[in-house]
C-alpha cells in the first residue's frame, strides 16, 4: 500500500519534469540554444496575440467551369473521330457552359445519340436544329465542380504554405468560392503572396513555327513595337522562317496581337530581362493545345547547372505524363517545345531528340545573382509540386495585424491572469486553510499542465484562450471546493478525519465528474464548430478540464497523504 | 472559516411561485429586447468591414469629419488610447451595385457591333467589374465611361482573351484604402493598421445560423446526458434552467449594447456550461439522498434538504469564478471585455437559477406526475 503512494508521488514528479522541459522553449531564448527546437517550438500564439498575416482570396470558380467546357469539347472531337462520325465543327460556346456540334450526315444522327449525347454524362442535350446539337453542362455537375474547385485550391494552398515552414497556419473556406489564410507571426507579404497567388499552370505547347501571320502587318507598326526574324525548322528537316514581335510594353504588345493568330494557335509572351534589368517581352505563336500539364508531374526539385553555375527545376513525369512525352518528342523532334507557366512563356528549347525516361527541367531567366535565383527556383519548385491551382484567385484583401496590438493583448493577459490567480489562491487559503492551500497547489499545476499540453501538440494559444485558461482555474477550484465542502459535512456527521477524508473524496467525485463533463460537451461543441479564435478558447477548455480533474483529485489526494504520513494529525479543512 | 452555516435548512421549493414569477418577467423581458432591439451584432455577424487604425494628430470628430461620406459608419474609441479608432461600415464592397449595373448598361449600347455576352459584378466580393465580349473593344472608352460615374476604380484595367471571350476588368478600390486615405488625409500623419475585419453579408449570416445551431445541439447533448446519468424528471429543470439564464444574459447584453460576435457566443456556451455545472452538483445531492428518510421524507423535502447542503459549495465556487471573470472584466483590456462581461452576468444568474429554479422545477413536476397517477 505504502510503495502504491511512493509511486504515485513519482509519477507526479515525473509529469511535472516532462511539463517543465516541455515549456522550456516557450520561454528561453530559442536562437542562443538550439537545441530548444528539438524538443517542440514554443508555445504557438494565434494572429491575435502575435500579429501576422491576413489573405482573403476569391477562386475564379468560372474559370474552372470554362476550363472544364474546353477540356470536354476536346474529349469529344477526340470522340466523334474515334467513332468515325464525319462533323463540320464542334465549338465551346464564348460565355454558357454549351458545346455546339454540327455533324455532317443525317444517317450518323442514331449513331451520334447513343455514341456521343449518351457518351458525356456531364453535358445533356438541350437544343437540336437540324444537324446542330447543343449540349449544356448539367447543373449539378457544373455546382459539384464550383465547389471541388474551392475545396482543391484549399488542399494546393495548404501543401505549399506547409512547405514554407509554417506553423498553425489557418486555412478556411469562406462563404461559396473564398478561402480564408491566416499566417501568423509572417511578415514577407511579398513572398507569400506571390507563392500563394500563382495559378502555377504549367504546360508543354509546341511552337507553330511553320505559321507566319506577323508578316502580313510588317508595315505600320505601333512605336514601341518591333518585329523580328525567327529560325526553325520542321519535322521533315526543312527551314522555316516567320517573324516575332518584341516590346517593353506587355499590355500594348497584347493588345496589338490581338486576333492576329490564326486557327488552333494562340500567342503568349516570353519574358526576357536584359543587362539594365530593364523586361521586354517577345511573342511566340504556340499551338493551342497542351500535349503535357503540371498535373502529371511527380516531382520537382532544384538542380545547379555546374557549367554555367545557375540553378533550375528539373522535372519528373508519372508513367503516363513520361510516355506522352516520348510520344511528342518523337513526333516534333527538330521542332520547339515551349513550356509555359501561367500562360507565360517560360522557354522554348529545340527538340532534339526523342526523349524518353519523363525528365524535363525549367530554367530561371534571371539576372539576378546565384542566391535570389536559388531561391526563385526553389519557390517553383515548391508551388509546382503542391500542384496547380485549379482556377486563378484574386486577393480581396491582404493585411498584416500590427504586432503592437497583440503585444498589448498579451500583457493585459498577463496581468488578469496573474491577478486572477493571486485572488483565488489568497481566497482559499483564508476560506479552508491548510487544504486550501494544497488546492492551491494543484491549481498552479493545473495551468502548468494545460501550458506544457499546448506546446506539446503545437496548439495555438488566442487571446480567448488565455480566457479559457483563466475559467478553468474557476473551474479546478470548484472540484476542491467540493471535496472540502464534503470533508467538513462528514466531520460534522462525526467521522473520524482520516474517515472523514476518504469519504469526502469518495463522495465528491460523482458530482465533479458529472458537472465537469456536461461543461465538455459545450467545450466539444465550441471546438467542433467555432473558427480560429473560438475554437482556440475550446481547446484550452477542454484540456484545461481534463487536466483539473487530474490535479484537484489525484495530486491533492496525494499530497494530503504524505502530510499526514509526516505525523500532522489533523489538517484545517 | 465559513460563511454558509451547515444547518442551514431554506425552504427553496416552497418559495418556488415567487421566484417563478420573478424569473419569467426577466425571461420574458429579455425576448422582448431580443425581439424588439435585438443585439448589436458584430462584423462577425453582420456582415460589413472593421477597422482598428492608429493614427495621430486626429480625434473621434475629425475622424467622423473624414468619413461622412460612407452610409451608415460607426467609430468607437477606446479608453485611455486617444489615437486608436474602430471603424464600422455596414458593407465590404465600397461600390453600389445599382450604379455599376447602370454602367454596364451603358457600356453594353456603346458598342453595338459587339455583344456584351456576360457581366460579372460580385457584391460579396466588390473587387472588380468583368466585361465579357464577343469581340475586342476600345479599352480607353471603358476607362473613360466609367469616370462619368460614382464607382471607384483603381485605374488598371486588365485584359485577357480565353477563346472567343474577351475580358475586360476593371479593378475596383477597397474599402480599407479608401478610409484609410481619408482619414490620413485629414489628420496628416500616417495611419498603422492594427487589424481589419471583412465580412460578407452571406457569410455573416451562414455563422448566424451555424452558431445558432451549435447552441441548441449543445442544449440536446446535456439534455440526453442529464437524462441518461438522472432521471427524465430532472432534465427539464435543467434545460429551463439553461434557457432562462441564456435569455435573461441575452437581454443584458441588448441593454449594454455590447457587440455581439463569435466570442460572445464562446462566453454564452461557456456559462452554459458553468449553469450546468452547478445545477448537476446539486442533482448528484438528490440521487443520494434519494433513499435516506433522515433527509426528509417527500421527495420535495429531500430537494429541499439537497439545495441546502450544496448551498456552501455552490456560493463558494460561484465567488470564486465570479472573482476570475471579474478580473478579466477589469484588467482584460476591451477586446476581452464582453466575453468577461457576458461571463460575469452569466455566473450571477446561472447560480442563481440552478439554486431557485432548476431542481424546485423537477419536485413541480414529480407532484405533477404523482397528482395524475392518483387521479
Same mark, same amino acid.
Given at each position: 500500500?505504502?510503495?502504491?503512494?511512493?509511486?504515485?508521488?513519482?509519477?507526479?514528479?515525473?509529469?511535472?519534469?516532462?511539463?517543465?522541459?516541455?515549456?522550456?522553449?516557450?520561454?528561453?531564448?530559442?536562437?542562443?540554444?538550439?537545441?530548444?527546437?528539438?524538443?517542440?517550438?514554443?508555445?504557438?500564439?494565434?494572429?491575435?496575440?502575435?500579429?501576422?498575416?491576413?489573405?482573403?482570396?476569391?477562386?475564379?470558380?468560372?474559370?474552372?467551369?470554362?476550363? !472544364?467546357?474546353?477540356?470536354?469539347?476536346?474529349?469529344?472531337?477526340?470522340?466523334?473521330?474515334?467513332?468515325?462520325?464525319?462533323?463540320?465543327?464542334?465549338?465551346?460556346?464564348?460565355?454558357?457552359?454549351?458545346?455546339?456540334?454540327?455533324?455532317?450526315?443525317?444517317?450518323?444522327?442514331? &449513331?451520334? !445519340?447513343?455514341?456521343?449525347?449518351?457518351?458525356?454524362?456531364?453535358?445533356?442535350?438541350?437544343?437540336?436544329?437540324? %444537324?446542330?446539337?447543343?449540349?449544356?453542362?448539367?447543373?449539378?455537375?457544373?455546382?459539384?465542380?464550383?465547389?471541388? *474547385?474551392?475545396?482543391?485550391?484549399?488542399?494546393?494552398?495548404?501543401?505549399?504554405?506547409?512547405?514554407?515552414?509554417?506553423?498553425?497556419?489557418?486555412?478556411?473556406?469562406?462563404?461559396?468560392?473564398?478561402?480564408?489564410?491566416?499566417?501568423?507571426?509572417?511578415?514577407?507579404?511579398?513572398?507569400?503572396?506571390?507563392?500563394?497567388?500563382?495559378?502555377?499552370?504549367?504546360?508543354?505547347?509546341?511552337?507553330?513555327?511553320?505559321?507566319?501571320?506577323?508578316?502580313?502587318?510588317?508595315?505600320?507598326?505601333?512605336?514601341?513595337?518591333?518585329?523580328?526574324?525567327?529560325?526553325?525548322?520542321?519535322?521533315?528537316?526543312?527551314?522555316? *522562317?516567320?517573324?516575332?514581335?518584341?516590346?517593353?510594353?506587355?499590355?500594348?504588345?497584347?493588345?496589338?496581337?490581338?486576333?492576329?493568330?490564326?486557327?488552333?494557335?494562340?500567342?503568349?509572351?516570353?519574358?526576357?530581362?536584359?543587362?539594365?534589368? &530593364?523586361?521586354?517581352?517577345?511573342?511566340?505563336?504556340?499551338? !493551342?493545345?497542351?500535349?503535357?500539364?503540371?498535373?502529371?508531374?511527380?516531382?520537382?526539385?532544384?538542380?545547379?547547372?555546374?557549367?554555367?553555375?545557375?540553378?533550375?527545376?528539373?522535372?519528373?513525369?508519372?508513367?503516363?505524363?513520361?510516355?506522352?512525352?516520348?510520344?511528342?518528342?518523337? &513526333?516534333?523532334?527538330?521542332? &520547339?517545345?515551349?513550356?509555359?507557366?501561367?500562360?507565360?512563356?517560360?522557354?522554348?528549347?529545340?527538340?532534339?531528340?526523342?526523349?524518353?525516361?519523363?525528365?524535363?527541367?525549367?530554367?530561371?531567366?534571371?539576372?539576378?545573382?546565384?542566391?535570389?535565383?536559388?531561391?526563385?527556383?526553389?519557390?517553383?519548385?515548391?508551388?509546382?509540386?503542391?500542384? *496547380?491551382?485549379?482556377?486563378?484567385?484574386?486577393?480581396?484583401?491582404?493585411?498584416?495585424?500590427?504586432?503592437?496590438?497583440?503585444?498589448?493583448?498579451?500583457?493585459?493577459?498577463?496581468?488578469?491572469?496573474?491577478?486572477?490567480?493571486?485572488?483565488?489562491?489568497?481566497?482559499?487559503?483564508?476560506?479552508?486553510?491548510?487544504?486550501?492551500?494544497?488546492?492551491? %497547489?494543484?491549481?498552479?499545476?493545473?495551468?502548468?499542465?494545460?501550458?506544457?499540453?499546448?506546446?506539446?501538440?503545437?496548439?495555438?494559444?488566442?487571446?480567448?484562450?488565455?480566457?479559457?485558461?483563466?475559467?478553468?482555474?474557476?473551474?479546478?477550484?470548484?472540484?476542491?471546493?467540493?471535496?472540502?465542502?464534503?470533508? !467538513?459535512?462528514?466531520?460534522?456527521?462525526?467521522? *473520524?478525519?482520516?474517515?472523514?477524508?476518504?469519504?469526502?473524496?469518495?463522495?465528491?467525485?460523482?458530482?465533479?465528474?458529472?458537472?465537469?463533463?456536461?461543461?465538455?460537451?459545450?467545450?466539444?461543441?465550441?471546438?467542433?464548430?467555432?473558427?480560429?479564435?473560438?475554437?482556440?478558447?475550446?481547446?484550452?477548455?477542454?484540456?484545461?478540464?481534463?487536466?483539473?480533474?487530474?490535479?484537484?483529485?489525484?495530486?491533492?489526494?496525494?499530497?494530503?497523504?504524505?502530510?499526514?504520513?509526516?505525523?500532522?494529525?489533523?489538517?484545517?479543512? | 472559516?465559513?460563511?454558509?452555516?451547515?444547518?442551514?435548512?431554506?425552504?427553496?421549493?416552497?418559495?418556488?411561485?415567487?421566484?417563478?414569477?420573478?424569473?419569467?418577467?426577466?425571461?420574458?423581458?429579455?425576448?422582448?429586447?431580443?425581439?424588439?432591439?435585438?443585439?448589436?451584432?458584430?462584423?462577425?455577424?453582420?456582415?460589413?468591414?472593421?477597422?482598428?487604425?492608429?493614427?495621430?494628430?486626429?480625434?473621434?470628430?475629425?475622424?467622423?469629419?473624414?468619413?461622412?461620406?460612407?452610409?451608415?459608419?460607426?467609430?468607437?474609441?477606446?479608453?485611455?488610447?486617444?489615437?486608436?479608432?474602430?471603424?464600422?461600415?455596414?458593407?465590404?464592397?465600397?461600390?453600389?451595385?445599382?450604379?455599376?449595373?447602370?454602367?454596364?448598361?451603358?457600356?453594353?449600347?456603346?458598342?453595338?457591333?459587339?455583344?456584351?455576352?456576360?457581366?460579372?459584378?460580385?457584391?460579396?466580393?466588390?473587387?472588380?467589374?468583368?466585361?465579357?465580349?464577343?469581340?475586342?473593344?476600345?479599352?480607353?472608352?471603358?476607362?473613360?465611361?466609367?469616370?462619368?460615374?460614382?464607382?471607384?476604380?483603381?485605374?488598371?484595367?486588365?485584359? /485577357?482573351?480565353?477563346?472567343?471571350?474577351?475580358?475586360? +476588368?476593371?479593378?475596383?478600390?477597397?474599402?480599407?484604402?479608401?478610409?484609410?486615405?481619408?482619414?490620413?488625409?485629414?489628420?496628416?500623419?500616417?495611419?498603422?493598421?492594427?487589424?481589419?475585419?471583412?465580412?460578407?453579408?452571406?457569410?455573416?449570416?451562414?455563422?448566424?445560423?451555424?452558431?445558432?445551431?451549435? $447552441?441548441?445541439?449543445?442544449?440536446?447533448?446535456?439534455?440526453?446526458?442529464?437524462?441518461?446519468?438522472?432521471?427524465?424528471?430532472?432534465?427539464?429543470?435543467?434545460?429551463?434552467?439553461?434557457?432562462?439564464?441564456?435569455?435573461?444574459?441575452?437581454?443584458?447584453?441588448?441593454?449594454?449594447?455590447?457587440?455581439?460576435?463569435?466570442?460572445?457566443?464562446?462566453?454564452?456556451?461557456?456559462?452554459?456550461?458553468?449553469?450546468?455545472?452547478?445545477?448537476?452538483?446539486?442533482?448528484?445531492? $438528490?440521487?443520494?439522498?434519494?433513499?435516506?428518510?433522515?433527509?426528509? /421524507?417527500?421527495?420535495?423535502? +429531500?430537494?429541499?434538504?439537497?439545495? /441546502?447542503?450544496?448551498?456552501?459549495?455552490?456560493?463558494?465556487?460561484?465567488?470564486?469564478?465570479?472573482?476570475?471573470?471579474?478580473?478579466?472584466?477589469?484588467?482584460?483590456?476591451?477586446?476581452?471585455?464582453?466575453?468577461?462581461?457576458?461571463?460575469?452576468?452569466?455566473?450571477?444568474?446561472?447560480?442563481?437559477?440552478?439554486?431557485?429554479?432548476?431542481?424546485?422545477?423537477?419536485?413541480?413536476?414529480? +407532484?405533477?406526475?404523482?397528482?395524475?397517477?392518483?387521479?
Amino acid at each position: 500500500m505504502e510503495k502504491n503512494w511512493t509511486m504515485r508521488a513519482w509519477f507526479i514528479l515525473s509529469l511535472i519534469i516532462v511539463a517543465v522541459v516541455l515549456l522550456l522553449p516557450s520561454f528561453m531564448d530559442r536562437e542562443k540554444y538550439p537545441w530548444l527546437s528539438k524538443i517542440n517550438e514554443g508555445l504557438n500564439l494565434g494572429l491575435d496575440l502575435k500579429g501576422g498575416i491576413h489573405f482573403v482570396l476569391s477562386v475564379d470558380v468560372e474559370k474552372a467551369v470554362q476550363d !472544364r467546357v474546353d477540356r470536354q469539347t476536346d474529349e469529344i472531337v477526340k470522340r466523334l473521330e474515334e467513332e468515325k462520325i464525319p462533323f463540320t465543327s464542334v465549338k465551346a460556346d464564348p460565355v454558357d457552359p454549351k458545346v455546339r456540334i454540327v455533324i455532317n450526315a443525317e444517317s450518323d444522327a442514331d &449513331k451520334f !445519340r447513343d455514341k456521343v449525347v449518351d457518351y458525356f454524362r456531364t453535358f445533356r442535350k438541350t437544343a437540336q436544329t437540324g %444537324l446542330t446539337y447543343e449540349l449544356t453542362m448539367r447543373e449539378d455537375y457544373i455546382q459539384n465542380l464550383k465547389e471541388s *474547385s474551392v475545396d482543391q485550391a484549399i488542399e494546393t494552398l495548404r501543401t505549399r504554405i506547409d512547405a514554407l515552414g509554417l506553423k498553425e497556419p489557418i486555412i478556411v473556406k469562406q462563404g461559396t468560392n473564398s478561402i480564408l489564410i491566416q499566417l501568423p507571426g509572417y511578415k514577407d507579404v511579398e513572398r507569400a503572396r506571390s507563392i500563394i497567388g500563382q495559378t502555377a499552370q504549367l504546360e508543354f505547347k509546341i511552337v507553330a513555327e511553320d505559321k507566319d501571320p506577323l508578316s502580313a502587318h510588317a508595315d505600320g507598326m505601333p512605336a514601341g513595337i518591333t518585329l523580328q526574324q525567327g529560325r526553325g525548322q520542321t519535322s521533315d528537316g526543312g527551314m522555316v *522562317s516567320y517573324l516575332y514581335a518584341v516590346s517593353e510594353n506587355k499590355e500594348a504588345l497584347l493588345e496589338w496581337l490581338k486576333d492576329k493568330a490564326p486557327e488552333g494557335t494562340e500567342f503568349l509572351l516570353e519574358e526576357l530581362i536584359k543587362a539594365e534589368g &530593364k523586361k521586354e517581352y517577345m511573342s511566340w505563336l504556340v499551338e !493551342r493545345k497542351a500535349y503535357l500539364t503540371g498535373d502529371m508531374l511527380t516531382d520537382a526539385r532544384v538542380d545547379v547547372d555546374q557549367q554555367r553555375n545557375r540553378p533550375y527545376v528539373s522535372l519528373s513525369f508519372d508513367r503516363n505524363g513520361a510516355r506522352i512525352f516520348e510520344e511528342v518528342t518523337g &513526333k516534333f523532334i527538330k521542332r &520547339k517545345m515551349a513550356i509555359v507557366l501561367d500562360n507565360r512563356v517560360n522557354s522554348a528549347p529545340v527538340i532534339q531528340s526523342k526523349i524518353a525516361g519523363g525528365n524535363a527541367m525549367i530554367t530561371l531567366n534571371s539576372m539576378s545573382d546565384f542566391n535570389t535565383t536559388l531561391a526563385e527556383a526553389k519557390d517553383l519548385s515548391l508551388v509546382l509540386r503542391a500542384g *496547380s491551382l485549379p482556377a486563378p484567385v484574386t486577393f480581396e484583401e491582404n493585411r498584416t495585424v500590427g504586432p503592437s496590438l497583440g503585444a498589448d493583448s498579451i500583457e493585459k493577459g498577463k496581468i488578469s491572469i496573474a491577478a486572477g490567480l493571486l485572488v483565488v489562491v489568497l481566497a482559499m487559503i483564508i476560506y479552508y486553510g491548510f487544504s486550501g492551500f494544497i488546492a492551491d %497547489l494543484a491549481l498552479v499545476l493545473n495551468v502548468l499542465f494545460i501550458m506544457a499540453f499546448m506546446a506539446a501538440f503545437g496548439a495555438t494559444l488566442t487571446f480567448p484562450g488565455i480566457a479559457g485558461i483563466v475559467l478553468t482555474m474557476g473551474m479546478a477550484v470548484d472540484a476542491n471546493v467540493l471535496i472540502n465542502e464534503r470533508i !467538513r459535512e462528514e466531520l460534522r456527521n462525526g467521522h *473520524s478525519f482520516l474517515t472523514a477524508f476518504e469519504l469526502g473524496y469518495e463522495r465528491a467525485f460523482s458530482a465533479i465528474f458529472d458537472s465537469n463533463l456536461t461543461t465538455a460537451i459545450a467545450g466539444f461543441f465550441l471546438w467542433n464548430f467555432g473558427s480560429g479564435t473560438v475554437k482556440g478558447f475550446a481547446i484550452t477548455l477542454l484540456v484545461g478540464i481534463a487536466s483539473s480533474m487530474f490535479t484537484a483529485i489525484y495530486v491533492t489526494k496525494v499530497i494530503f497523504h504524505f502530510t499526514m504520513k509526516a505525523g500532522v494529525k489533523k489538517i484545517s479543512v | 472559516m465559513q460563511l454558509i452555516k451547515h444547518d442551514l435548512n431554506i425552504d427553496f421549493v416552497g418559495k418556488f411561485k415567487m421566484f417563478a414569477i420573478i424569473s419569467t418577467i426577466a425571461v420574458l423581458a429579455g425576448i422582448i429586447l431580443m425581439v424588439v432591439i435585438g443585439p448589436n451584432y458584430g462584423v462577425d455577424f453582420k456582415g460589413g468591414t472593421e477597422i482598428q487604425l492608429k493614427v495621430e494628430g486626429i480625434d473621434i470628430a475629425g475622424v467622423r469629419a473624414a468619413l461622412s461620406d460612407f452610409d451608415g459608419v460607426e467609430i468607437q474609441q477606446f479608453e485611455g488610447r486617444n489615437d486608436e479608432f474602430t471603424i464600422k461600415l455596414p458593407s465590404i464592397a465600397l461600390a453600389d451595385a445599382k450604379e455599376v449595373d447602370r454602367y454596364i448598361d451603358e457600356v453594353g449600347k456603346a458598342f453595338p457591333e459587339t455583344a456584351l455576352i456576360k457581366k460579372h459584378f460580385n457584391v460579396e466580393v466588390g473587387d472588380r467589374i468583368e466585361l465579357w465580349f464577343d469581340k475586342p473593344v476600345e479599352k480607353e472608352k471603358i476607362a473613360e465611361m466609367v469616370k462619368q460615374y460614382n464607382i471607384p476604380v483603381t485605374g488598371q484595367l486588365d485584359y /485577357n482573351q480565353v477563346g472567343d471571350r474577351h475580358i475586360y +476588368k476593371l479593378l475596383l478600390k477597397s474599402f480599407t484604402s479608401t478610409v484609410i486615405a481619408a482619414v490620413e488625409q485629414k489628420s496628416g500623419s500616417k495611419a498603422e493598421i492594427q487589424r481589419v475585419e471583412l465580412v460578407g453579408p452571406k457569410v455573416g449570416a451562414k455563422l448566424r445560423t451555424d452558431t445558432f445551431m451549435a $447552441i441548441i445541439y449543445t442544449l440536446i447533448a446535456m439534455l440526453i446526458y442529464i437524462a441518461l446519468r438522472f432521471n427524465l424528471q430532472s432534465a427539464p429543470g435543467a434545460i429551463i434552467a439553461l434557457f432562462h439564464d441564456t435569455m435573461i444574459t441575452l437581454g443584458f447584453l441588448v441593454v449594454f449594447r455590447v457587440t455581439f460576435d463569435l466570442t460572445i457566443v464562446a462566453a454564452l456556451l461557456t456559462m452554459v456550461g458553468y449553469s450546468i455545472n452547478d445545477t448537476v452538483v446539486v442533482y448528484d445531492r $438528490i440521487r443520494e439522498n434519494q433513499n435516506n428518510t433522515k433527509k426528509g /421524507n417527500t421527495l420535495l423535502e +429531500k430537494i429541499n434538504t439537497s439545495i /441546502n447542503e450544496t448551498l456552501s459549495r455552490t456560493i463558494i465556487t460561484s465567488a470564486m469564478t465570479f472573482i476570475v471573470v471579474f478580473t478579466l472584466l477589469m484588467l482584460g483590456g476591451d477586446i476581452i471585455w464582453g466575453f468577461a462581461f457576458t461571463m460575469c452576468v452569466g455566473i450571477v444568474v446561472g447560480t442563481y437559477s440552478s439554486i431557485f429554479i432548476a431542481s424546485p422545477i423537477t419536485a413541480v413536476i414529480d +407532484k405533477y406526475m404523482k397528482k395524475e397517477q392518483a387521479t
